[in-house]
């Protein structure tokens, strides 16, 4: 006769899917009769349960801004039938006319259409206007639980996340936390300087293909974006062009180096 199986302990995973409120019904009872037993980290939940939906709340805005009307179904399908209905009507001079017209038009759509990456400058800028001015609580995860920082965010985005090591260039690492984005979890590194300067570094998984560095500002926040290796990144900060560009530099070398 086998004994019964152990119930598997709680462990970060159940926790933080407790916090986005992705736990099964079964799992869901265990680990609130864990937070039960646990009043100190019930709070500490609580309290990241509170921050997701502040950011969320600040990127509502952006997420409830209506559709352009370039960007509509209706339209873009009224203007393909009156370009097709043109093609078939005009003589052979005429259709080499329009053709160049309508690939003007299609380079022109896609100029118009949603930025991924510039979506994810948005939502780093976000992040950082909610966190860097947290004066208890900026981070989730401080920089003295490196290793277990590395991991955490590692399980969390689905693939190796090390904290750039920027020291030589004055930022200390102040710790780490989760981002909640419409698609997946994204990774958010604090740092600061001497004076109390704060950095951010971000980072969201994404389809995109590489790309070199963009410049975003929004009044004293600067921003330099890229992507590669399948994840969007960014460095924001309170802090000259060229400060940031120093940090940028820095942190997309390291992840050449490892592979991130």
């Not at 009769?33 to 646990?38: I, K, R, S």
């Not at 969007?232 to 180096?257: C, M, N």
Request: hydrophobic share 45%; charged share 25%; proline share 7%.
């Amino acid at each position: 006769m086998t004994e019964p199986t152990s119930p598997q302990p709680i462990g970060d995973d159940d926790l933080m899917a407790w916090v986005d409120r992705r736990l099964p019904p079964a799992r869901q009872a265990m680990v609130e009769a864990y937070l039960t037993a646990h009043p100190e980290v019930a709070d500490r939940l609580a309290r990241y349960r509170e921050q997701d939906a502040a950011l969320a709340e600040a990127l509502r805005a952006k997420l409830e801004e209506p559709l352009p009307a370039r960007l509509r179904v209706a339209p873009m399908l009224a203007q393909q039938r009156s370009r097709r209905w043109a093609w078939v009507s005009r003589a052979a001079a005429v259709l080499l006319l329009m053709s160049g017209s309508a690939a003007g038009g299609w380079v022109a759509h896609r100029a118009a259409a949603p930025d991924p990456l510039q979506n994810a400058g948005a939502v780093a800028e976000a992040a950082y206007a909610t966190f860097a001015v947290e004066v208890r609580h900026p981070v989730e995860v401080r920089a003295d639980e490196g290793a277990h920082l590395a991991q955490w965010l590692s399980n969390r985005l689905d693939r190796p996340v090390r904290p750039p090591e920027l020291v030589a260039l004055g930022w200390r690492l102040m710790g780490g936390r989760l981002v909640p984005t419409t698609a997946a979890p994204a990774a958010l590194l604090m740092y600061d300087d001497d004076r109390g300067t704060r950095l951010t570094v971000y980072v969201q998984p994404m389809t995109i293909e590489g790309e070199e560095f963009r410049y975003r500002r929004d009044g004293e926040v600067r921003t330099i974006l890229w992507s590669e290796n399948h994840l969007a990144l960014a460095v924001t900060g309170r802090v000259s062009r060229e400060v940031l560009l120093q940090a940028a530099q820095r942190v997309r070398a390291e992840a050449e180096r490892n592979g991130s």
